[in-house]
């Protein structure tokens, strides 16, 4: 095993291995503290970038961070590896790479071949060598499109989710949840509900329910109940209108254990989802969600920091061409993510590596009452992301989830950012909006005829 | 700002802060503050801390024991969830109890004062057996730290009643933990929970107790608690916020 040296102001630091190293690189945190990998000062942090500096991005393709005997999330990252993909940036160290990104060179085209030639521990070490302002001015470079009824990531485009979460699962609180969302603008990444109960015959019935008020107003969008992969997959074997597969995933084989899957599932999930032809405008059927922390608190980190196995669970969804890959940055709580800064900076972190990777990156702009942070860091988290160009970002009614019991945007946080960025829904949402009078700030639809045909009483 | 009529009526169908209204307005001084000030005790829930010595008077004739984790203070407990749920100090007997009571703090000072006693008064009605033995009062207490306190003191089975993360609308609410055999080192499939008890729309004291009662005397007869223990008692449980 390599041991690595780095001199900051004097003193030299000695790290043990490689994990050592990018745990040490990594802005503080509390989960790496929590996992005791953090740096123990923070002039040690600055002498582990500098290690980072001088290292070949090709050594890790050699020095795996999770064994490749023992987890098949490593495996799927190096046997999925495009060398050909890799060949520009082949020679050069983490820190030349970082140089690299920021140039003119590096436009969209030609990150766009770069993706598939990178492993989430090289995109993961060169995001700990770069300021906030340098994870945005990349990221913007790189544009991922998918579709399903619509089509979302072209330039200009950010979408929402419509979260219409009900404490109790009612019909009726969620289709007014769901009228309260359209009225404003969302919904054009999804519909989506967390159910509070992962019942079987409740799901269906949420499945059925969001169906029929897609169908009912003929809006182009997907709905989605967040129930586990093996539920849906019963779910489509009973006729249930999934459109698309939800899955939490994480970056090593142990968490994904913990979340009671394996990539064989997601694969078998992914083709299932594929058979049932439900998009219009295009293929992508998987949703995946995920958060820094998830490995530690399974107790599967295997001494590696939480940003970097975040990185690698973008590696899992990549294999499985989704519409939706979404960071739930905040949620998790103060000992991974202690405060408004460290949240802000995973979230730009996270949107960056997932956007590097090919992914079509949203991030749930969120916070949990345990953590410091407030309203205010979610607007400045938010606005920041519009300007990185994330594909889609979490709405709920008033910012305050209450059935998961935290607080994300509200759906007037959506209108406000597109008015600060001039950012427009996906286009084919965007014309129903306007067909429906919602587009603009002086139109007035008819909200009882939505209210009807959402089966609510007007 | 309330939803203008006919809407009122729709918004009442959920406890979500829906505005329902299109033309992407910003939200009303009203809406503004209210959050805020649903935030602000939240956080004020969090940070406070609990009046032991109020809570051991209101325990009445129930005599108290005090213990405390490693977390010796709040940004502590916050940032390290291993150490509230490890044993630091308590003068505790090994006093071999079949069911031993813990309240411990949790994320809610203020569930412990609303809740935890009335709740502990209604099992002791329930459960007489519990009159007179000692309630093990717990700061900086995760659920789990009443795995070492029941450990420590020999318990056939402990009940942890903490204060559960508040919400923007509740900020008092309690979470009741039951586990067999209490061990460190024990996972939360160990456990049955009784969470939302409180007196805005939650479970009501009486109710909660009720509902322990079914578990309690279920987990002695099968002998386990956790996965293994399906609660079927017949006691409707709305969910949170229902």
Redesign the interface.
């Known amino acids: 095993m390599t041991t690595y040296r780095a001199s900051a102001r004097g003193e030299t630091f000695r790290f043990d291995d490689l994990a050592a190293v990018m745990a040490a690189a990594s802005p503080e945190r509390?989960g790496d503290?929590?996992a005791g990998v953090a740096a123990d000062s923070a002039l040690q942090r600055v002498a582990a970038r500098r290690v980072l500096m001088d290292l070949p991005l090709a050594n890790f393709l050699n020095d795996a961070l999770v064994p490749y005997e023992t987890d098949e999330v490593t495996r799927l990252i190096i046997d999925g590896h495009d060398r050909a993909a890799f060949a520009p940036v082949a020679s050069m160290s983490v820190g030349e790479f970082r140089d690299w990104l920021l140039s003119p060179a590096a436009d969209r085209a030609a990150l766009r071949a770069l993706a598939p030639g990178l492993t989430p521990e090289m995109v993961a070490a060169v995001s700990k060598l770069m300021r906030n302002q340098d994870l945005i001015r990349v990221a913007r470079k790189i544009r991922v499109e998918t579709a399903f009824r619509n089509r979302i990531g072209g330039p200009g485009v950010m979408a929402s989710r419509l979260q219409?979460?009900?404490?109790?699962?009612?019909p009726?609180?969620?289709?007014?949840?769901v009228?309260?969302g359209l009225?404003?603008?969302a919904g054009d990444a999804v519909i989506g509900i967390n159910p509070?109960?992962d019942n079987l015959g409740n799901c269906h019935a949420m499945l059925t329910a969001l169906d029929e008020m897609r169908a009912a107003l003929d809006i182009p969008t997907q709905t989605c109940v967040l129930t586990h992969v093996t539920n849906a997959l019963t779910l489509i074997e009973r006729g249930a209108p999934v459109d698309l597969i939800f899955q939490s995933v994480a970056g090593t084989e142990a968490a994904n254990d913990g979340f009671g899957i394996t990539l064989a599932m997601l694969a078998e999930a992914h083709q299932a989802g594929l058979s049932l032809k439900r998009g219009t405008v295009g293929r992508n059927v998987m949703y995946f969600e995920t958060g820094q922390g998830s490995a530690l608190s399974a107790e599967a980190h295997h001494g590696v920091d939480q940003q970097t196995l975040e990185a690698r669970a973008y590696g899992v969804a990549r294999a499985f061409d989704p519409l939706l890959v979404n960071t739930v940055v905040g949620f998790i709580g103060?000992?991974y993510l202690?405060d408004g800064k460290q949240i802000i900076r995973a979230g730009l972190e996270d949107h960056f590596c997932g956007k590097m990777l090919g992914l079509p990156m949203g991030v749930d702009v969120c916070y949990?009452?345990?953590v410091e942070a407030?309203?205010d860091d979610m607007d400045n988290l938010a606005t920041l992301l519009a300007q990185a160009g994330v594909n889609f970002v979490i709405a709920?009614?008033?910012?305050?989830d209450?059935?998961l019991?935290y607080?994300s945007l509200?759906?007037?946080d959506i209108?406000?950012l597109?008015?600060v960025t001039c950012l427009t829904p996906a286009p084919e949402f965007a014309a129903w909006l306007q067909a429906f009078?919602?587009a603009g700030?002086?139109?007035?639809?008819d909200?009882?005829a939505m209210?009807r045909k959402l089966g609510?009483?007007? | 700002m309330s939803a203008p009529d006919?809407?009122a009526?729709?918004?009442g169908?959920?406890?979500?802060?829906?505005?329902?209204?299109?033309?992407?307005?910003?939200?009303s001084m009203e809406?503004l503050l209210t959050?805020q000030q649903?935030?602000a005790a939240?956080?004020d829930a969090?940070h406070g801390a609990v009046d032991w010595a109020a809570l051991a008077r209101a325990l009445h004739s129930l005599p108290v024991l005090h213990a405390a984790s490693a977390a010796t203070d709040r940004p502590t407990y916050?940032?390290?969830?291993?150490l509230g749920r490890r044993l630091a100090e308590g003068d505790l007997p090994c006093s071999r109890p079949d069911l031993l009571i813990v309240v411990g703090d949790g994320?809610s000072a203020p569930a412990v004062m609303a809740q935890a006693a009335p709740l502990v008064h209604a099992l002791v009605r329930r459960l007489p057996e519990l009159d007179g033995q000692p309630i093990v009062l717990a700061r900086g207490a995760r659920v789990a730290l009443g795995d070492a306190i029941g450990q420590a003191m020999g318990a056939a089975m402990v009940l942890m009643l903490i204060g559960e993360?508040?919400?923007?609308?509740v900020a008092d609410s309690l979470g009741a933990y039951l586990t067999r055999a209490p061990r460190t080192g024990l996972r939360d499939s160990a456990r049955n929970c009784v969470s939302n008890i409180h007196m805005n729309g939650g479970l009501d004291h009486e109710a909660a107790a009720d509902r322990l009662l079914w578990l309690i005397t279920e987990a002695r007869r099968i002998g386990a608690t956790g996965i293994a223990l399906k609660d079927d008692s017949a006691a409707a449980t709305?969910?949170?916020?229902?």
């Open positions: 509390s503290q929590l219409p979460n009900h404490p109790a699962d009612d009726r609180g969620i289709a007014v949840a009228l309260d009225l404003q603008g509070a109960s103060p000992e202690f949990t009452n345990h407030d309203q709920v009614p008033g910012a305050d209450v059935m019991g607080q509200a759906f007037e209108a406000y597109r008015e009078g919602l700030r002086d139109a007035l639809p909200p009882g209210a609510l009483p007007a | 006919p809407w009526r729709l918004a169908l959920t406890p979500a802060r829906v505005r329902l209204r299109a033309g992407m307005r910003p939200v809406e959050f649903d935030h939240a956080r969090i916050l940032r390290r969830p291993d994320l993360r508040p919400g923007l609308s709305p969910l949170p916020g229902a």
